[in-house]
């Protein structure tokens, strides 16, 4: 017992030491590396159980979106243009959409010749037409009471897709409410993607879509049947 007491109550050579903390720092490695699967699958967890209610706030605005292109379809006769790049052969940009502009209805200063869009900052006009490769917009006037208003500008559904001059789209923000902050930034949600000039899955009428992705999980909610 004493030749074990005094083996112990000796001072540790460099080679001991250095082992003794490479030993520390192996332990508190893995105890880290384990700590954060751990997490990760809780958060995981978290994040699967909070898609519902996501894709149910997705369809409640798609359900606000369809209505709003029918009552534009009424009002103009045809629906809302999409973003023709190129006519031969036909290419369709559905992500960078004119739809926002189209739904809430652009103001032209005719003065600054800019656009504005809501309550947003204003653009320059040429630069926005430029942008979507279009002559103007169909629901633009040179006043608030000349416009049609298909969506609420309060609060507007924008995503910036270019700053200065500003441009948008529609968008969407994964709700808050029950939802830890780290459970939100889990979700990559798109902005809503729009074709009408020659719609694969719904031919004479309209494409519009969102995608959803997180870690572990990719879907697609759309206004035909394999996308609902």
């Not at 050579?13 to 192996?26: H, K, W």
């Not at 332990?27 to 384990?34: E, I, N, S, T």
């Not at 369809?66 to 940009?93: C, M, N, T, W």
């Not at 441009?167 to 798109?190: H, K, M």
Request: with cysteine; charged share 20%; glycine share 4%.
């Amino acid at each position: 017992m004493t030749s074990l007491k005094q083996y112990f109550n000796r001072r540790l050579t460099v080679r001991e030491t250095a082992l003794v903390v490479a030993a520390a720092l192996a332990l508190a490695g893995l105890g880290y590396v384990a700590y954060n699967l751990v997490a990760a699958q809780i958060l995981e967890a978290r994040v699967k159980a909070a898609m519902p209610q996501v894709c149910a706030a997705i369809r409640e605005q798609r359900r606000i979106l369809l209505s709003a292109l029918e009552a534009y379809k009424a009002h103009f006769g045809v629906y809302p243009p999409d973003h023709v790049v190129g006519r031969q052969p036909l290419v369709i940009d559905p992500v960078n959409n004119p739809l926002l502009y189209e739904l809430v209805g652009v103001i032209y200063n005719s003065t600054n010749k800019t656009l504005e869009l809501g309550s947003l900052e204003p653009a320059d006009a040429k630069f926005v037409k430029e942008f979507f490769h279009c002559d103007g917009f169909k629901n633009c006037a040179q006043s608030n009471d000349q416009v049609k208003r298909f969506l609420t500008t309060d609060p507007l559904p924008a995503r910036q897709l270019h700053d200065d001059p500003d441009v948008f789209v529609l968008g969407f923000n994964v709700p808050y409410e029950g939802l830890a902050p780290e459970v939100v930034w889990a979700f990559t949600v798109s902005s809503w993607r729009y074709v009408s000039t020659s719609p694969t899955h719904n031919p004479g009428q309209f494409d519009l879509w969102i995608e959803v992705k997180t870690r572990s999980q990719s879907m697609t909610l759309g206004n035909w049947q394999a996308a609902d």
